[in-house]
């Protein structure tokens, strides 16, 4: 992922001194897998997972918590200080920096919705078609899940209809077999497709 890596990097900062970087697609779809090999290779970039900032009563609704502990901080230069949410406490706990570094990783169902755009550097969307990544959600969590994810996938129905992200991707991601392929999105400019690898050291392009 060194290119996509050296792509981001090179891009204008868009919060402040952050390129504040989105990785929205369904849930399910490997968002959290990519976003976390896409850190690494970064040297290491700080992530902010929105499972951290929505709840149980704001599945959707957490765009103003969001707005003010954590963009308009980094907006400032200022380290951000968040109250991730315990899905098992059902309560937000202690204060979490999340610091102004040069690149800043936003991931999570919604990251791309219309009041962060403004804030974004570069939007990327995992291209997984939402049966499947839903399907594979659902395996993932078991039958503990099973009532969540009935009220789940409505919601994110209505989220997505009301307020769509992949529209206004700079990037398509799709996970394959031995890596990723980045195609250009809708919002994208990029001519061609590129290929991603993954493996035990570092990933080239191919």
């Given at each position: 992922?060194?290119?996509?890596?050296?792509?981001?990097?090179?891009?204008?900062?868009?919060?402040?001194?952050?390129?504040?970087?989105?990785?929205?697609?369904?849930?399910?779809?490997?968002?959290?897998?990519?976003?976390?090999?896409?850190?690494?290779?970064?040297?290491?970039?700080?992530?902010?997972?929105?499972?951290?900032?929505?709840?149980?009563?704001?599945?959707?609704?957490?765009?103003?918590?969001?707005?003010?502990?954590?963009?308009?901080?980094?907006?400032?230069?200022?380290?951000?200080?968040?109250?991730?949410?315990?899905?098992?406490?059902?309560?937000?706990?202690?204060?979490?920096?999340?610091?102004?570094?040069?690149?800043v990783l936003l991931e999570g169902v919604g990251a791309g919705r219309e009041a962060l755009?403004?804030?974004?550097?570069?939007?990327?969307?995992?291209?997984?078609?939402?049966?499947?990544?839903?399907?594979?959600g659902r395996a993932r969590d078991g039958a503990e899940q099973r009532a969540?994810?009935?009220?789940?996938?409505?919601?994110?129905?209505?989220?997505?209809?009301?307020?769509?992200?992949?529209?206004?991707?700079?990037?398509?991601?799709?996970?394959?077999?031995?890596?990723?392929?980045?195609?250009?999105?809708?919002?994208?400019?990029?001519?061609?497709?590129?290929?991603?690898?993954?493996?035990?050291?570092?990933?080239?392009?191919?």
């Amino acid at each position: 992922m060194d290119a996509l890596a050296a792509r981001l990097r090179r891009l204008p900062p868009s919060c402040g001194p952050v390129r504040l970087i989105g990785v929205d697609g369904h849930a399910g779809s490997g968002k959290s897998t990519f976003t976390g090999r896409l850190a690494t290779e970064l040297g290491g970039a700080p992530v902010l997972h929105l499972d951290d900032i929505a709840s149980h009563g704001e599945l959707f609704d957490w765009t103003g918590r969001l707005l003010s502990q954590v963009i308009e901080p980094l907006r400032r230069g200022d380290t951000a200080r968040y109250t991730p949410y315990d899905w098992r406490a059902r309560s937000f706990g202690a204060p979490r920096p999340l610091p102004p570094a040069p690149v800043v990783l936003l991931e999570g169902v919604g990251a791309g919705r219309e009041a962060l755009r403004p804030h974004l550097a570069q939007l990327l969307w995992m291209e997984l078609p939402r049966e499947e990544a839903w399907a594979r959600g659902r395996a993932r969590d078991g039958a503990e899940q099973r009532a969540f994810w009935d009220g789940w996938i409505p919601a994110e129905r209505r989220h997505f209809a009301d307020d769509p992200s992949r529209p206004y991707a700079h990037l398509l991601v799709r996970q394959g077999v031995e890596g990723y392929e980045v195609l250009p999105g809708p919002a994208g400019t990029a001519s061609s497709a590129h290929f991603l690898t993954q493996g035990d050291g570092p990933s080239a392009m191919c």
